[in-house]
């Protein structure tokens, strides 16, 4: 199995600004393997790995493929040289057709496009790999995991040798990842290499031959996986043992104080994206909504928050009725949305943490008076916020912009939760944290949760809903299709519901509380 | 209104359309790389004045087009050079880009203000062709430029949605990340059609100094450049579309102007605030909820592989 | 060994305010190179035009006079600015508050002065700020592109003006010129004595400090700030965006109206075709060199009203007055080169040999630092406008 070495990087080093991304790094990729580039977020594998494709130059060491030294200056050496790389935000173009993206960048032939005859192969190569997706279709048409193969099968057109895929598996369901890993294995056994990123164990343990982990820009080990275990690998990649599990304190209430009935609302592509969702969370609860990326998870959360319009059901916080309703309204009802895009949407970059930390509370004294705004008084509640929070910041008048990822997140829930309020709905709160940053955003939900509010959590990380949550609910185009007690939740259930199979037996009751 | 006067309003729409089709050609391009050049009255300003006196130097208008050719690539490269190359922000140098083409256009034609042009593009009528009834005179009554421009718009087309370069560039306009990622130049083809684009509002600013009006008149684009830029988005980025759209506006100057030449003075200034008004209605019509169809998904950004 | 550009994660403050100093000062360096080139004398161009501005009494004085009409319009330009909106059209809103200004004037000529010069200035500021709620509610409700609609309406206003002055308002006495009949003593703004300078100066010094209070210290100042930079967090946060949209736009042409109906009132006493050689134009340069800083804009201001009355100086040596076009145009292409140098550094980089910097961000435990995140996303700079549809 163990076959020639194609690829082998040396001292690699990469540096941003402000961050070491990738510290005297090495690699080497056989023949025939599929090979697992593991680590946390922020270990520096998609950087390590843009280098190898070309998209990044390197500060420092050297790349060799079959022993000669090459110098990528930019994508189209890489894959030249056999180097082909599958994002995790795929590069396709939307209005383009499946044929036209594969023979993107290509120089032959060099003027007229002969699309019938991408066509026909594009269709060969997807019929010998398993890869099976229609060369006409346009990219808009197509659904995740087949935007997914044409991303692979541009790279097979290339005569790619070296494959490399960042994290495939966080858009997929367990089902369509189990096929890919199908496809990946055959590519090894037909004498490519694959190199696999990924933070999921599970998967590494599943799919890889051998595993390197990277840990805060630098390589901690190269593994068999038949010497390893995922024990030994999640010591390696966190540097310590981590265990989780949360404690309940006490019962969640009766009172419902999110409630959605038979809602549908508009994606923005202008389909459907929510189907007569229903929905209810209680006091002190937090519900979990699993499912796969793009099945109406934002337009949920933009829809109960009131940045996108219902266009038919009900919603109600508490006993008011907020169907439509201004965002303003719904803040004063006591809602709160920690946004999917912290930056961005959550706070403002260029702005000062003191602004950032009124953008709900400037309407009302003691932050303004009449028109003015109080510029003592919102010093004086940022600075408690800030110190009672724990967030770090460089000063108080720092654009936020300066922060990092976790304090980003920390100083957004502070400001959420200072305002008490008694509907949460936080979307993907950890995601791009590191562990020690995700351990405090998950006992600030849980605090949150004992002080009584009704916590929606919409996340794609299918530990965390199970470890957080009460209750879990399956989302799937625009539907519950299936809702169980966290603690009755199998992986396996959950996993067959998101790729939107009915289970057999009575396991949810359609989606009502 | 009698046949003779609809033959000639028509023809004279195809005229006053030719400058304001070269420019939005040109736009097209640069839009479709993603590149939003606000610039063109300046590119045309300049094309014009360039034309103008290259062609009183030599006495021959197409060395002058050549020169004005050249001028309105060299503008566009300022803005190039500004945008893809410094990333600064599109809207503000375009704006800049016109400001300086109508101050170097001032500067630089100074001298020859009112002189007449010693040598103009004259019309050549298309043997047989231009015996058609009605279709003949409007369509191949006209000089080489006009013919030029015929020629283009469906060699831009083809260009557009059947060559490789095409494919490219118009990948370069909806996702410069994708298109970086198989490797092609994004810097480059912006660049490229940047230029290219300014080489047309070139063309388009000689049409006006060699052959529709033929003189130098400060100003004389007279806002052209910026319809040229609505009418972009009136056509959708579509070339064919353009020139229809192009003609429109023409058939609307030239109403203008033969109305002011029967009628009295004062309806000719509401018929003058036609086209402006008309540009603006055409582009509440074509923009529908903020998705405006067609517009490439990159216009107006700067793309910066490394950048955050 | 090669040169590598790095966003910058700070800005030195003194490079924020030295870019636009030393981008002035290249592009006149720039401005005499072609001058010299085409045949004109650079030393003597810029000293004819150093003198026309600053060199005499009679010349500082009319540097103000031009001045007055760009602080106005570059404050009601910058605010628009600041909230993202492309207001182009402060040229055809000065046009129309000389309009009504004229229109109240012409049809209360009686009027005491108490009561026709503010009815004069707030009919300007009224119908300047109405020309700029026209393209505003499309931007607002449809997102159309103001860009195009506030340039369009310059022409239309231009020519509507054109039109009276020609025709309904034609002065009999006015030997067939495209002028309004003069206005009464009592339409006139009183200027400083000895001078042409009017009242209007300190109009826009009470504009710039109104603004500066209105933006840094109110609530709706706040909410245009996060609007202007961030659409999504301001609509998070539950703001009306529609609403400020058009406030502002409404704010930002009366700043112009007022200017025009100061043109008429303070200036030229009365209407007439070409009323502003580009006020309006020349404004957006002088708010983005000012960085939309009210304060700024007042002093950018009167540098570039040296420029426009340089330029006439020069003329009487046979030289276009359009170099002074050419030169706001070239500096504004400097000030923007130069601003890529404030965004990001140039460094040399060695081969093999890494800075010893801040360790990668697990180490820290300080989260996901820029730069080693998983996601490599294209920079979108989203001070580029909102082309595309967002």
Known sequence: MAGDILVEMRGISKRFPGVLANDRVSLSVRAGEVHALLGENGAGKTTLMSILSGLYRPDGGEILVEGRPVVFRSPRDAIRAGIGMVHQHFRLVEPFTVAENVTLGLDRPRFALH??????????LGDRHGLKVDPRAQ???????????????????????????????????????RDLFTVLRQMAAAGRAVVFISHKLQEVMEVADRITVLRAGRNVATLEKAATSARELARLMVGREVSVSYQRTRQAGQEVLLCLEGVEAMGDRGFLALRGLSLRVHAGEIVGVAGVSGNGQRELAEVISGLRPTLRGSIR???????????????ACGLSLVPEDRLGTGLVPTLTVCDNAILKCYRHPPVSRGPFLRRGEIRRRTRVLVEEFAVKVPGLDAPVRKLSGGNLQRLLLAREISARPRVMVAVHPTRGLDVGATAGVHRLLLEQRDEGAAILLISEDLDEILALSDRVVVLYEGRIVGEMPAAQASREEIGLMMAGIELPKDAGGGGQA | MDWVLAVSICQAAVTAGTPILFAALGEILAERAGVLNLGVEGMMLVGAVSGFLVTVRTGSPWLGLLGALVAGGLMALIHAALCVGLRANQVVSGLALTLFGTGLSGYLGKPVIGVPAPSTFRTVEVPVLADIPFLGPVVFGHDYLVYISYLLVPALWFFLYRTRPGLHMRAVGENPAAADAMGINVGWTRYIYTVAGGVLAGAGGAYLSLAYAPTWLENMTAGRGWIAVALVIFAGWNPLVALAGSYLFGGVDALGLRIQAVGTVVPSFFLSMLPYIFTILVLLVSTRGGRRLGAPGALGLAYDREGH | ????????????????????????????????????LTGSNPAEVYGMMLRGAFGSRYGTTETFVKAIPLMLCGLGVGVAFRMLLWNIGAEGQLYMGAFAATWVCLSFPEWPAYLLLPAMLAAGMLFGGLWALLPALPRAYLKANEVITTLMLNYVAILWVSYLVHGPWRDPAGLNFPLSPPFPRTAWLPTFPGTRVHVGLVMAIVAAAVLSVLLWRTRWGYEVRVIGESPRAARYAGMNVERNILLVMLLSGALAGLAGACEVSGVVHRLQHQISPGYGYSAII??????????????????FGGLLVGGYAVQLAGIPAAVAYMLQGAILFFVLGGEFLTRYRIRLVVPGEVAPERRAAGAAGSGSAPGAGDAVAPARNGRAGDFGGN
């Open chain 1, 115 to 124: 699309l019938a005859a991408v066509e026909q192969e594009v269709a060969r």
């Open chain 1, 139 to 177: 990219i808009w048409q197509l659904s995740v995991g087949e935007q997914q193969r044409v991303e692979i099968l541009k790279m097979l057109y290339r005569g790619a040798r070296v494959l490399i895929m960042d994290e495939p598996t966080a858009v997929l369901t367990p089902q369509e990842a």
């Open chain 3, 286 to 303: 002088v708010a983005w060199l000012s960085r939309l800083n009210p304060w700024a804009i007042l002093v950018v201001a009167v540098l």
């Open chain 3, 1 to 36: 060994m090669r040169l590598r550009l790095e966003r910058r994660l700070d800005v030195p403050t003194a490079l924020v305010w030295a870019t636009p100093v030393v981008s002035v000062a290249l592009a006149l360096l720039a401005g005499a190179l072609f001058l010299a």
């Open chain 1, 317 to 331: 916080v508490g006993d008011t009725e907020v169907t439509g309703c201004h965002p303003a309204r719904l803040i």
